[in-house]
Nanobody, 124 residues
């Protein structure tokens, strides 16, 4: 699975941004998809994930209520809609994928495939 994230940029606090992740090499409907981020000098952290069917999502507490993950399997694409952005959301955002897991294992943070990141910078 090859993943390509896009949509990053420089925005002001309170603005919105939508990231996209285009997949190739496999049919992504059979894969859980996720977003992680890594700020300068910090460890990579989980942001959000969505199951292959798109019916189940999970979010980090820090983004819950502000970010929305979605997918269009027909287009092999996953999105991360980010609203009410804060300076602390500044990071490189990475798209990830793994073969679909059963529901009880969905919360696992282990992913197999990673794309190159896209930088999001939020100014205050």
């Amino acid at each position: 699975v090859q993943l390509q994230a896009s949509g990053g940029g420089l925005v002001q606090a309170g603005d919105s941004l939508r990231l996209s992740c285009a997949g190739s090499g496999r049919t992504l409907s059979n894969y859980d998809m996720g977003w992680f981020r890594q700020a300068a000098g910090k460890e990579r952290e989980f942001v959000a994930a969505i199951r292959g069917s798109g019916t189940t999502t999970i979010y980090a507490d820090s983004v819950k209520g502000r970010f929305t993950i979605s997918r269009r399997n027909a287009e092999n694409t996953v999105y991360l809609q980010m609203n009410s952005l804060k300076p602390e959301d500044t990071a490189v955002y990475y798209c990830t994928a793994r073969p679909r897991r059963i529901l009880s294992e969905f919360a696992s943070r282990a992913y197999d495939y990673w794309g190159k990141g896209t930088l999001v910078t939020v100014s205050s």
